[in-house]
């Protein structure tokens, strides 16, 4: 390979990186925190596979015909197949070709949670706690399983974090944003829990505005708390040098859960989150002490 080819292939390694780095840092998400406590390597392979759940998460919020949405999410899946067999085409996938050869990252996550993501864009609505369970398991245990790779942690007990932990942080989602998701017309609440609280109705603000909404949710958030004490004995048996990100994030997405129970369910206006300065001490005491 002559100079000039070398050089374009590191500006195009380069591009790919800054193009990552600046879905990671325009997206706000809490996951930076956890994110910034790895080495650099590892911290480039995490913001190569968070952009990725963004650009597909972005594709089944983004208001089109279900056609397109259902186009632009095959059209990553055939990215998928280009990046694995070592030729990637777009820049997330690019910058993901390194961190898949150098930590053994499955096709099938990526896959997963494309699938994932097709059920949002099919409006998913779940019928039982087993459904909204394999839903979860797509657009969230599947990214803890790519990440638990890049954090370096390999125990069999990894893929326990990432089940337990990515089911816990999904469920926190959906009662964190309850209301946001009625206003685009979404409903996660399975319809078995509905109909055991005596909530006839399907339409997402008729549901809201039920009183027995919190029959529902409490329910939600104690299956939440049974997932977060199971990833905490899963965490235990790993090694905890690499398990910090993922134990900063069971704090910060805990303490959004606590709020939320705090707050309650009639209130959905008053967003329940935690403070910068919370965020920074919990990144402090358990990612770097």
Not at 127 to 146: F, K, N, P
Request: with cysteine.
């Amino acid at each position: 390979m002559n100079s000039g080819a070398v050089g374009t292939a590191n500006s195009l390694d380069q591009a790919s990186r800054d193009h990552v780095q600046k879905v990671v840092t325009g997206s706000r998400t809490s996951f930076f925190w956890a994110m910034r406590l790895l080495p650099a390597t590892r911290r480039d392979a995490m913001f190569a596979i968070y952009a990725f759940c963004r650009e597909v998460d972005d594709i089944a919020d983004d208001p089109l015909p279900i056609e397109e949405k259902r186009r632009r999410l095959a059209s990553w899946r055939q990215e998928i197949d280009h990046l694995y067999a070592g030729k990637p085409e777009w820049p997330t996938s690019r910058a993901l070709l390194g961190p898949v050869r150098a930590y053994g990252l499955a096709r099938e996550d990526f896959i997963a949670l494309i699938d994932g993501m097709e059920m949002d864009a099919n409006d998913f609505s779940a019928q039982t706690m087993v459904e909204l369970e394999l839903y979860c398991d797509r657009v969230a245990s599947a990214v803890g399983r790519l990440s638990v790779r890049a954090f370096g942690a390999t125990e069999p007990d990894a893929r326990d974090v990432a089940l337990h932990l990515g089911q816990a942080l999904q469920l926190t989602n959906i009662l964190r944003d309850l209301k946001e998701d009625a206003e685009r017309g979404r409903l996660y609440l399975p319809a078995e829990l509905l109909d055991r609280a005596g909530i006839r109705e399907r339409d997402p603000a008729k549901v809201l505005a039920h009183p027995n909404l919190a029959v529902v949710c409490d329910t939600i958030a104690a299956k939440a708390e049974e997932r977060f004490a199971n990833a905490r004995r899963a965490i235990a048996r790993c090694a905890r040098g690499p398990m910090r990100p993922a134990v900063v994030m069971m704090h910060v997405y805990h303490g959004i859960l606590v709020a939320l129970r705090r707050r309650g369910w009639r209130a959905l206006d008053q967003r329940a989150s935690l403070s910068k300065p919370a965020k920074l001490w919990i990144a402090f005491r358990y990612g770097l002490l």
